[in-house]
């Protein structure tokens, strides 16, 4: 394969992972954490905090030496407003059912690009989608992969596994 050739194949791997991963995010949009959880750190008494939903804490000691910072000493409040752990368990769980979408998704349109790359005829488009769609598969995976269980982990290293050995029997040894 000549550097062209290379070149283009690489360009359509890379292009193509990031036009479905963006289309993901188009029709599926990943939730925003400012959609679950107030701005509420700048606040600096108890009933705003409270108001806007925040748990307000006056635990920490205050500090009259304060801070060394690069000019001046910066004083060490004594209290600060924080979001509730709520907020950030249904954000959380926004974010794991948006990371599922974008696996599924992700693993469909890979294992199709897998299979289109394997049937086309042209080498170094058939070579840049068969590559994108391994991509994607990784793409995917990396997404779902801190909600996944070990037993799942294991059972998607191992269709990997088997998908690259299968590819390098069908793309490479042609006998």
């Not at 249904?90 to 394997?118: K, R, S, Y």
């Not at 994108?132 to 070990?150: K, P, Q």
Request: hydrophobic share 50%; with cysteine; proline share 2%.
């Amino acid at each position: 394969m000549g550097k062209k050739k290379f070149l283009l194949t690489v360009a359509i791997a890379i292009i193509f992972v990031f036009f479905i991963g963006y289309g993901i995010e188009v029709f599926h949009d990943a939730p925003e954490s400012a959609k679950f959880c107030p701005e509420v750190y700048e606040l600096t008494n108890e009933s705003a905090c409270q108001e806007a939903g925040g748990i307000w804490d006056d635990l920490l000691e205050p500090r009259a030496e304060g801070v060394k910072g690069i000019k001046e000493s910066v004083p060490v409040k004594g209290y600060f407003c924080r979001n509730t752990k709520e907020c950030y368990q249904e954000f959380e769980t926004a974010q794991n059912q948006h990371d599922l979408v974008v696996f599924v998704v992700a693993i469909i349109i890979g294992i199709l690009a897998i299979i289109a790359g394997v049937m086309l005829n042209k080498d170094a488009i058939s070579t840049g989608i068969l590559a994108g769609g391994v991509l994607l598969l990784l793409y995917g995976t990396i997404r779902y992969w801190r909600h996944a269980d070990d037993v799942l982990k294991f059972i998607l290293l191992g269709i990997a596994l088997a998908v690259l050995i299968w590819l390098g029997y069908k793309q490479f040894d042609k006998r």
